[in-house]
């Protein structure tokens, strides 16, 4: 191999190792690490995307202790309303008449990269509010405490029997493949 292709071939792995990073860094994923700690947050400031999942100055949080009903989705077949919507609106009731809303940060994030969190409304877990209106299922048997034993305590403690399938068989038995998912 001549030392020209040598040195171009060189600069493209560059240019690709760089574009990588780049696009790491704008996804947040290697260069701005999910924060510990608690947060005082305006609740007005948190959108909702589904019971267990919503956007903090542009971060996806999604809520350690528990599942939800699914939403339609390109990569699922079907949806699992009327719970879906059902937890939806509980969220956005509660954070639209909250005076207060805390984010507890656990430092982790999930393998779809959204940081696992309580939200805490009035300080009370949105968690919590899930469970014991039956929109949500509990996942503190299945993924542990997340650092919040207290709160997982009470989620399970408040844990009640749910109308509908368990999000996690839900989503097996329709998952469709979905081109980049």
Do not use: K, N
Not at 57 to 68: I, N, P, Q, S
Not at 75 to 84: K, L, M, Y
Not at 135 to 157: K, N, S
């Amino acid at each position: 191999m001549s030392r020209a292709r040598r040195i171009a071939r060189a600069v493209t792995l560059l240019g690709l190792l760089v574009g990588w990073l780049l696009l790491a860094a704008a996804r947040g994923r290697y260069f701005d690490p999910p924060r510990v700690g608690r947060e005082e947050v305006d609740p007005r400031a948190i959108v909702v995307l589904d019971g267990d999942t919503v956007v903090h100055e542009g971060r996806l949080l999604r809520f350690l202790a528990v599942d939800t009903p699914e939403c339609a989705a390109p990569w699922f077949d079907g949806d699992q309303e009327p719970w879906a919507g059902r937890a939806r609106a509980l969220v956005e009731d509660a954070l639209r008449g909250a005076r207060q809303a805390s984010i507890l940060r656990s430092g982790r994030a999930d393998a779809r990269g959204r940081e696992l969190v309580h939200v805490l409304v009035d300080d009370v877990p949105l968690a919590v509010l899930l469970v014991e209106a039956g929109l949500a299922c509990e996942t503190v048997g299945l993924y542990g405490d997340g650092g919040f034993p207290e709160i997982a305590a009470q989620v399970v403690a408040r844990a009640r029997p749910v109308d509908f399938e368990t999000p996690w068989t839900w989503r097996r038995a329709h998952r469709q493949v979905v081109e980049g998912r």
